[in-house]
T-cell receptor, first 112, second 112 residues
Framework: NAGVTQTPKFQVLKTGQSMTLQCAQD?????MYWYRQDPGMGLRLIYY???????DKGEVPNGYNVSRLNKREFSLRLESAAPSQTSVYFC???????????FGQGTRLTVV | KQEVTQIPAALSVPEGENLVLNCSFT??????LQWFRQDPGKGLTSLLL?????REQTSGRLNASLDKSSGRSTLYIAASQPGDSATYLC???????????FGQGTRLTINP
């Protein structure tokens, strides 16, 4: 049982490049989330999807786009990477009320 | 806007002590509250989940309580061990929007 799988684990981008972070869960959860974690800032919500077909902005959505491809998959896209987007990105999934939220192992992204 | 606060930001205690970590939240309209552990450079591991209708949950040496009316939760760790050293985060799952909102965490160090 894989849980939440994120790819890639590490990535180095040059300023202005684009990339997509992939996330998939196999727990049949309705809700999925993308967070970034920076030293001293805690986990900040970028975007979330409460159900298949819906997406909403979190605290720090600027510079990012998301796609809820189906119930399993939720991708995060950086169209034009900036050094300020250097961070560790976590994907998570949960379901309403009665289940734990589960996290992927994270993607460590460096933008130079 | 839901805000989640964890106090203290850092805590250092000798091995064997019992300790309490605190989490407070401003909006009581939550589905549940979850405590996580994060080791340096790693992802988040779920420790305990408390539903909004529950008062506490226990797992081994860990006990989490929830007082929804006052917007507080505590994580009690009994007989602390050096292996308990990590950052502990609490998160609330909001009703309606179904957002998962985190506190900034408490960095715990257990000294042998």
């Amino acid at each position: 049982n894989a849980g939440v799988t994120q790819t890639p684990k590490f990535q180095v981008l040059k300023t202005g490049q684009s990339m997509t972070l992939q996330c998939a869960q196999d727990m049949n959860h309705n809700s999925m989330y993308w967070y970034r974690q920076d030293p001293g800032m805690g986990l900040r919500l970028i975007y979330y999807s409460a159900s298949e077909g819906t997406t909403d902005k979190g605290e720090v959505p600027n510079g990012y786009n998301v796609s809820r491809l189906n119930k399993r998959e939720f991708s995060l896209r950086l169209e034009s990477a900036a050094p300020s987007q250097t961070s560790v990105y976590f994907c998570a999934s949960s379901d309403v009320g009665y289940t734990e939220a589960f996290f992927g192992q994270g993607t460590r992204l460096t933008v130079v | 806007k839901q805000e989640v606060t964890q106090i203290p930001a850092a805590l250092s205690v000798p091995e064997g002590e019992n300790l309490v970590l605190n989490c407070s939240f401003t909006d009581s309209a939550i589905y549940n509250l979850q405590w996580f552990r994060q080791d340096p450079g790693k992802g988040l591991t779920s420790l305990l989940l408390i539903q909004s209708s529950q008062r506490e949950q226990t797992s081994g040496r860990l006990n989490a309580s929830l007082d929804k009316s006052s917007g507080r939760s505590t994580l009690y760790i009994a007989a602390s061990q050096p292996g308990d050293s990590a950052t502990y985060l609490c998160a609330v799952l909001l009703q309606g929007a179904q957002k998962l909102v985190f506190g900034q965490g408490t960095r715990l160090t257990i000294n042998p």
